[in-house]
């Protein structure tokens, strides 16, 4: 059995493993301090007291998972890369504009995301 929480994880260790691949160290070690920063930010961003950024990326997986854990793992990674992408331009915009801004719009984002399957995120 596959839980939601399995299929953050594995998108965690993509993101943060991705720069690993080219062989220069150097580069390699740059890459993987932008990279680790880049997702340290929005994770600060988008956590807040009623939802934080691991929850709702548990939510995410959660509502989109298709019964099946192969079919599931074919685009899980596809859909939680572009709710990714749109944390980090939110995060950009966030800090020009206030922190509140970017929690706020990831517990709509997430809120909505998961009422479609009948969920209450504020519900422990």
Do not use: D
């Amino acid at each position: 059995m596959i839980f939601p929480w399995m299929y953050a994880a594995i998108f965690i260790c993509l993101i943060l493993g991705l720069p690993f691949i080219p062989e220069n160290p150097t580069i390699t070690l740059i890459l993987a301090i932008i990279n680790t920063s880049i997702f340290g930010c929005v994770s600060y961003f988008i956590h807040s007291r009623h939802l934080s950024a691991w929850r709702g990326l548990r939510l995410i997986c959660g509502s989109f998972m298709s019964g099946c854990g192969n079919i599931t793992f074919l685009y899980i990674f596809f859909v939680l890369f572009f709710y990714y992408v749109q944390a980090v331009l939110k995060t950009i915009q966030g800090i020009r504009q206030s922190r509140e801004f970017t929690q706020n719009w990831w517990i709509k984002t997430v809120s909505e995301r998961a009422k479609s399957n009948g969920w209450n995120i504020l519900r422990k």
